[in-house]
């Protein structure tokens, strides 16, 4: 098949602490990198992906999937611990005007009573 040709096909291996494995498309092994995947996700044995296909920056005779979809495992890192894919939905507990948020990713919301709480 041709570089942007969509495709689908099957993850036969995927070593999550590597972030990569391998897709079988009728026949043909495809490279998969979790980069490439869902963000916070990572495919898993088995799991039916389509993708694009694109030659692989260090070897362009062999094919590379981007664009991967389908994926149905959370990302790991390289201690096999879950990735946080963000964003968090809150529960409606508590609501409150923003105050302040720097860039240091911190600021002061101001409760329904009028207290500015830290975050």
Same mark, same amino acid.
């Given at each position: ?13 995927? !070593? ?20 490439? =995947?869902?963000?916070?996700? /990572? ?12 030659? @692989?920056?260090? !070897?362009?005779? /062999?094919? +590379?999937?981007? !664009? $991967?979809?389908? =994926?149905?495992?959370? @990302? /790991?890192?390289?201690?096999? !611990? $879950? $990735? ?13 005007? =923003?105050? +302040?948020?720097? +860039? ?10 009028? $207290?500015?709480?830290?975050?």
């Amino acid at each position: 098949m041709a570089a942007g040709t969509e495709a689908t096909g099957t993850c036969t291996s995927f !070593n999550g602490m590597k972030g990569w494995g391998f897709i079988d498309m009728d026949g043909t092994t495809v490279f998969v990198h979790h980069g490439d =995947c869902e963000p916070g996700k /990572q495919p898993k044995v088995g799991d039916v992906l389509t993708f694009t296909l694109e030659p @692989r920056k260090n !070897n362009p005779e /062999q094919m +590379a999937a981007k !664009n $991967v979809k389908g =994926c149905t495992a959370p @990302r /790991q890192d390289a201690w096999g !611990n $879950v $990735v946080f894919a963000g964003p968090v939905e809150g529960t409606g507990a508590f609501t409150g005007t =923003c105050k +302040a948020f720097g +860039a240091k990713g911190y600021g002061f919301v101001t409760g329904a009573d009028g $207290v500015d709480i830290f975050f």
